[in-house]
């Protein structure tokens, strides 16, 4: 008896999961992109760590500094999207933060990989780390193609097809409703 009572209010939720993959700031595409980002920016990090000496260390460091950065942060960021944790931070603008940070981070690791590749000692390790940069770089570059291809570009203003003038400011209706005729 206590079973015909309950069932119907116990059902699970399929909501209420704390990973959400798809969701309305993550798609699966995006989601696996970024998890590859991850990939390649960790692999880099890691090759260029193994590296012994170098002649001119200007480039190593700041090769190190952003595949580190940007395999720490991209991490956190997946983390935040894919879960529902992004509503516990308090920052009601991710579709931009997700963008300008990707942007930054794809042309940092352009900058980085090219300036790693001019100045290095020629060690596979070397060669391995810059190629490892340039495929994380693309992967970056990839999840902007997919953002602005799902989403568009985040500080647009969408266009509105009606209820607002040329000037962009909605009109506010200022008649009553229930107006006494």
Not at 101 to 130: C, H, R
Not at 138 to 145: E, G, H, N, Q
Not at 147 to 165: D, E, I, L
């Amino acid at each position: 008896m206590a079973s015909e009572v309950y069932s119907v209010t116990t059902a699970p939720n399929p909501k209420s999961s704390w990973f959400q993959v798809p969701s309305e700031r993550l798609d699966k595409r995006r989601f696996v992109v970024k998890v590859i980002e991850v990939i390649f920016s960790f692999v880099a990090f890691i090759l260029e760590e193994v590296v012994s000496s170098c002649n001119s260390c200007f480039a190593l460091y700041f090769f190190e500094f952003v595949s580190c950065t940007a395999f720490l942060f991209t991490l956190l960021l997946l983390v935040l999207l894919s879960t529902t944790l992004h509503a516990r931070v308090g920052v009601a603008c991710w579709a931009s933060l997700d963008f300008w940070y990707t942007s930054l981070i794809a042309f940092l690791f352009l900058v980085s990989s090219i300036i790693f590749a001019a100045d290095n000692n020629g060690t596979n390790l070397e060669k391995s780390a810059v190629v490892f940069g340039f495929m994380a770089m693309s992967a970056f570059f990839v999840d902007l193609f997919f953002f602005y291809r799902t989403s568009g570009f985040p500080f647009q203003k969408p266009q509105s097809g009606g209820g607002s003038p040329a000037g962009g400011e909605p009109q506010v209706e200022t008649e009553k409703l229930n107006a006494a005729e």
